[in-house]
């Protein structure tokens, strides 16, 4: 059974209404209720079929409010690449003794950066990382030389977005503790790069439905047309 809480928070929501970007994140926000400081999701709906290879929707974005997590990264590189890692935040740098450790069981970690010379070495780490979407990709930018840059994305808030089987994507955009107006830019910073995105090959309205929801409340629906806050 649902609790009082979140009965309450669920009779301030309109399921029938489409909110325009600007209510549904003050919606958001009066509905997490929890002694915690919930995590504000963004759910896209998307005609794609993801069986499909040219029908993948994947990326990441540097939100410009960041989303309010504190993102532990770490780095399989060796020498001039390493101290670049390290002075940039990383919290752990290595290579072999690095794949150890992971191959041991540790996973005390939100992210995985590698510079390609060393994929041969991760690469041996496809079964425990794969499942946890933890493995170092280059269309992610995170096989990089530049490693400096991606750690500092990655600790600022870059997030990865990436439709599921059944064309749904689930992305934070930030905290309750957030302010509305860093809720909404964070908002429509995500959807025009899903937007943006589109695979040329998908049919008929590309995004079927969007809502908002925190970790503990209701889901919020939002009009999919408006892709301005000003609109």
Known sequence: MAGKKF?????????????????????????ATAKFDETIEAHFRLSIDTRQADQQVRGSISLPHGTGKTVRVVVFAEGDAAKEAEAAGADVVGSDDLVTK???GWFDFDAAVA????MAKVGRL???LGPRNLMPNPKLGTVTND?????EELKAGRVEYRADKFGIAHVPIGR??????QLLDNYMA???EILRVKPSSAKGKYIKSISLSATMGPGVKVDSAITKADD
């Open 102 to 104: 992971i191959q041991g």
């Open 190 to 192: 995500l959807l025009t």
């Open 115 to 118: 510079t390609p010379d060393q």
């Open 147 to 151: 490693v400096a840059r991606i750690v």
């Open 7 to 31: 009965i309450a928070a669920k009779a301030k929501v309109d399921e029938d209404k489409l909110y325009h970007p600007k209510e549904a994140t003050a919606l958001v926000k009066e509905t």
């Open 176 to 181: 309750a503790s957030f302010t509305e107006q």
């Open 126 to 128: 496809g079964k425990q």
